[in-house]
């Protein structure tokens, strides 16, 4: 689905049904999540999302709606919902779009497309090394908490009657485990991640699992 597209549509919609100025915000993105432990695979979890605000302004009255249903019929009525309740509102002075000035946006380089493209198989490789790496940090740790990979990716599209048509993706990755140390009647946990936007930026697997032994250990002194 081209959302940057969409959402210029529906401000268009909009106008169309009598609005003096429109906004669109749009957002959609996907989320992945696999834990393991002892080795083994215990949840892998998928999940995309989507969601669009549509404000809408009329004789300086203002509309607002939400919706994650992007079907033709709709959006129809969600945009003609909205313009219908900014016709109810009572006016402010100050309720419009600001003006548009065009300048350079920064790069904040939010983004790792290399994210998508990891496979599950690597993702649960890392998990599985991580937690095995732990487990054999000291011979005090007994079990494990388990180990972990999660990434996820997201869109922003802004689209607004005044000029503005940005968007910008955002990424996210990160791995980790942890385990429980024991000594005499005493047992304590401790665990370690790391997260990052892009994948490159990740600490080292056995960085990571050291420490999350390291955490474990250390607590049975205290």
Known sequence: MNY???AENVVKKALKLGADEAEVYLE???DFELSIRNGDVETIKQATSKGMGLTVFKDKKLGFSYTSDFSDKSLEEFTKKTVQLS???DPKPWNGLPDFKK???QDLDLYDSSISEISNE???DIAKEVEKIALAYDKRITKSMGGFFE???????IVNSKGIFYS??????GFGAGVVAGEGGDMQSGGWSTSKRHFKD???IENVAKRAGKRAVENLAQ
């Open 4 to 6: 940057k597209l969409l």
């Open 168 to 173: 910008y993706k955002s990424s996210g990755v």
């Open 202 to 204: 990740l600490d080292a």
């Open 151 to 157: 990434d996820a990716e997201n869109e922003v599209i």
């Open 87 to 89: 016709l109810v509102a």
């Open 122 to 124: 690597k993702k649960i």
């Open 28 to 30: 959609n993105g996907r």
């Open 103 to 105: 300048g350079k946006i």
